[in-house]
């Protein structure tokens, strides 16, 4: 199969959900580049990335964003199902397709969809390099693999799901042997759009994650 030229190609996997592959600007198909997995928070859809693409062609990384089968993923609806078989396909068509750094490859969410990376992301260490949790509410896994690193943020004034949570999962990770960076940014329930940029170079750029965020607070679709 041909692999895609830059920019947004839907999966072509479901009919009203389904998601889409993006190839960063400037990306020659025969370099093998980073690759996170999105998933969006409860009620949304893949699309709630479209503002993160300016962090994803700086870094040049391979965005795989990928809608819940319903309004949120399968886990909060009593236990992983079908939303991990259609996740399972997007992966297997996006390395169809693109050539990925197999020593990159992340999963990152939003709210429940933060919760939902985390849990997907420390059961499959063995497959995910690298997990990102932004303003996660629960953990919850069947078994674990191996120890990935861990970003995690969240809004001190977050009234939807509650900063504490996450305070405590970044110790309870560091003390399991996981390379964790916690990032608590004033303000809400919303994903910063620097906040957003950290993480992300934390998966291309490890060390770009070692200090305080001080940069101005925009929502992620705004960049």
Do not use: K
Not at 58 to 72: C, F
Request: proline content about 7%; hydrophobic content about 40%.
């Amino acid at each position: 199969m041909t692999a895609p030229e830059p920019g947004q190609h839907a999966l072509g996997l479901g009919s009203s959900r389904d998601g889409f592959i993006r190839v960063p600007q400037g990306h020659r198909p025969e370099v093998a580049a980073p690759l996170a997995l999105l998933l969006h928070g409860a009620g949304g859809s893949a699309q709630d990335w479209q503002g993160a693409f300016p962090i994803f062609d700086e870094l040049g990384l391979i965005m795989l964003a990928v809608d819940s089968r319903v309004a949120s993923w399968d886990v909060l609806y009593g236990g992983f199902g079908p939303d991990v078989r259609f996740i399972d396909s997007a992966l297997a068509r996006t390395f169809e397709r693109c050539s990925v750094d197999a020593s990159r490859v992340a999963i990152a969410g939003f709210s429940d969809g933060a919760s939902y990376a985390l849990s997907l992301g420390l059961t499959n260490g063995d497959l995910f390099t690298h997990v990102l949790g932004f303003s996660p509410g629960f953990v919850s896994t069947d078994g674990r693999r191996g120890r990935p690193p861990v970003f995690l943020s969240h809004g001190s004034s977050d009234e939807v799901l509650p900063v504490s949570f996450t305070r405590d999962l970044a110790a309870i990770l560091e003390g399991q042997g996981h390379q964790v960076v916690y990032e608590e940014f004033d303000g809400g329930h919303v994903l910063p759009y620097a906040v957003g940029r950290q993480g992300f170079r934390w998966l291309v750029e490890p060390a770009s994650a070692s200090h305080v965020l001080t940069d101005a607070i925009a929502p992620i679709p705004e960049p």
